[in-house]
């Protein structure tokens, strides 16, 4: 039987483009959770898929859900997020939802699929307000477990978290109870810009994801002594941010040396006093150090704990570690990796695996124990979160095609 609506991957290029009108501005896009821009974007949403055959629902996080039932209850999911950062890019979450819609359509059409098959727009994915982020898919998969110190946060206004997600109808208390809904999934599929410049560099479309970096971030307070900069000479002093700058440069080299992908960051340096003619008593670092090997990030951690010893010590300061976060690399399915593989194969002609420096809610769904993978598609100049954010929109068709494809092939799998 030939489909009355087959897919139409121009399609979403068009609606990303209205989404863009609806919710973005000169400096890009504006869909922040929990504020009404974010709203008109999940109706707006609803609208697309409304004249489907699909169950619609909002789950106690705020996760909105469509349901298309398959002869089996077990369901392959599809999902993404349409909240953006604050002058953010057109396509960071929204290309995933709205891709989804285009597969949702094209599977409405064509009658039962062989499993259930869902959309999932997760909530608050970017945490840009409250500095939280994954709130709706970490609540879904069960692993949210900082209600308490969720309940004291607030915006940059003094807005409470628990009060602004009231107002969309979300109780903090009850977040967890959206569970229910990975109950019976099978696998779970994610495209997703890359948001980095591999796959541009290589010249290819599109990307199969091995899984999401591990994670660990540190507060390091080096602690000399404040000394006056005109009487203290040069051998007597015992100078904080000399012990941070050594450190920083030695984090590249801890990286290079680890290699496959491994990243290290030190993304902020606060001295005190801060004056210019006072030598530096304290220097607080903030550190990123990121892997896909768990035992790999372990081994960089500790390289740049023993480093920054060693410098205190040349220093004669003292250094002190405290871990701000930490989250264990998060690998993604075997068998679906294979299957991603394929359909970037077949749609693009060649395929390529690569580990993802940014978190995702796939991550959280595969910590709960489904099957997951995701697709990148190319990034421009690897520019996101920026009103630069850019794809090709011969890119983006082929990855509305190859998430159709995939999920086929897991339709085929799991129904
Ligand atoms: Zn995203």
């Not at 779970?188 to 541009?200: A, N, R, S, W």
């Not at 077949?346 to 099957?371: F, I, W």
């Not at 159709?404 to 129904?415: M, S, W």
């Amino acid at each position: 039987m030939l489909a009355a609506m087959p897919l139409s991957p121009s399609r979403t290029v068009a609606e990303l483009k209205e989404l863009r009108e609806l919710t973005g501005d000169e400096n890009g896009a504006q869909r922040v959770a929990w504020t009404e821009t974010w709203e008109r974007a999940r109706a707006w949403l609803r609208e697309k898929l409304d004249e489907l055959p699909l169950e619609h629902e909002i789950d106690e996080a705020g996760n909105q859900w469509w349901t298309l039932r398959g002869s089996s209850d077990r369901s392959v999911l599809i999902g993404g997020h349409i909240d953006s950062v604050p002058n953010g890019g057109w396509l960071d979450g929204a290309l995933n939802v709205v891709a989804g819609v285009e597969v949702m359509r094209r599977l409405a059409e064509d009658g039962e699929p062989a499993a259930t098959v869902r959309l999932v727009d997760w909530a608050d994915e970017e945490g840009a307000r409250f500095g939280r982020s994954l709130f709706g898919s970490s609540a879904a998969a069960g692993s949210m477990a900082d209600q308490a110190e969720l309940r004291e946060r607030r915006d940059a206004d003094g807005v409470a978290l628990p009060d602004a997600l009231g107002e969309h109808g979300v109780d903090l208390d009850r977040a967890l109870e959206a569970r229910r809904q990975l109950e019976g999934a099978a696998a779970y599929l994610e495209l997703h810009i890359e948001q980095g410049p591999v796959l541009e560099a290589m010249e290819l479309p599109l990307g199969v994801v091995l899984g999401t970096f591990g994670v660990e971030r540190h507060q390091i307070t080096f602690r000399g002594q404040a000394a006056h900069a005109g009487s203290t000479p040069m051998d007597r002093r015992r100078d904080a941010l000399a012990g941070a700058a050594k450190l920083e440069l030695e984090i590249r080299e801890i990286a290079k040396r680890t290699g496959d992908g491994a990243v290290c960051t030190m993304g902020g340096v606060v001295t005190r006093p801060g004056i210019v003619t006072s030598v530096v008593e304290t220097a607080e670092c903030l550190l990123d150090q990121r892997h896909l090997d768990a035992a790999k990030l372990a081994e960089m951690l500790s390289n740049a704990e023993a480093a920054s010893r060693r410098f205190a010590q040349e220093e004669d300061v003292e250094v002190e570690w405290e871990r701000i976060w930490n989250i264990e690399p998060i690998l993604f399915d075997e068998g679906l990796i294979e299957l991603a593989d394929e359909a970037v194969r077949e749609v693009a002609g060649r395929s390529h695996r690569l580990p993802s420096g940014p978190l995702h809610d796939a991550a959280e769904v595969a910590r709960a124990g489904v099957p997951t993978v995701m697709l990148f598609v190319q990034s421009l100049r690897g520019l996101s979160h920026t009103k630069l954010e850019d794809t090709k929109e011969e890119h983006l068709e082929l990855s509305v095609q190859a998430l159709d494809r995939l999920t086929t092939k897991a339709l085929e799998a799991f129904g």
